[in-house]
């Protein structure tokens, strides 16, 4: 089994920042991709953007420039650093991964998701 945790979720002022978490646990051989996308009440979940085990990033229009994507192989922790927040960021983030396991299966998992608040 593979689990993803995430954390670092809250409230924050519009403009304010916040860094999100997400550490990879289990039976994890590899991980290729990793990434965020995040879900607003009445909204379809959306890709925010990812990254490669090469460190390459790939970001959504509305956030580029505002958020970054790195990762820490050794610890499988993917991170999302968010400034410049404004209200419409607000949403339910969700990390997800791409994971060889040691039973030589490969899928994707998603974390149970951390809350984002932005406060006009």
């Known amino acids: 089994q593979v689990q993803l945790v995430e954390s670092g979720g809250g409230l924050v002022q519009a403009g304010g920042s916040l860094r999100l978490s997400c550490a990879a646990s289990g039976s994890i051989s590899s991980i290729t991709i990793m990434g965020w996308y995040r879900q607003a009440p009445g909204k379809q979940r959306e890709l925010v953007g990812t990254i490669t085990s090469g460190r390459n990033t790939n970001y959504e229009d509305s956030v580029k420039g505002r958020c970054t994507i790195s990762r820490d192989n050794a610890k499988n922790t993917v991170y999302l650093q968010m400034d410049s927040l404004k209200p419409e960021d607000a949403a339910v983030y969700y990390c997800?991964?791409?994971?060889?396991?040691?039973?030589?299966?490969?899928?994707?998992?998603w974390g149970q998701g951390t809350q984002v608040t932005v406060s006009s």
């Open positions: 997800y991964a791409y994971v060889t396991t040691t039973m030589g299966a490969y899928r994707g998992y």
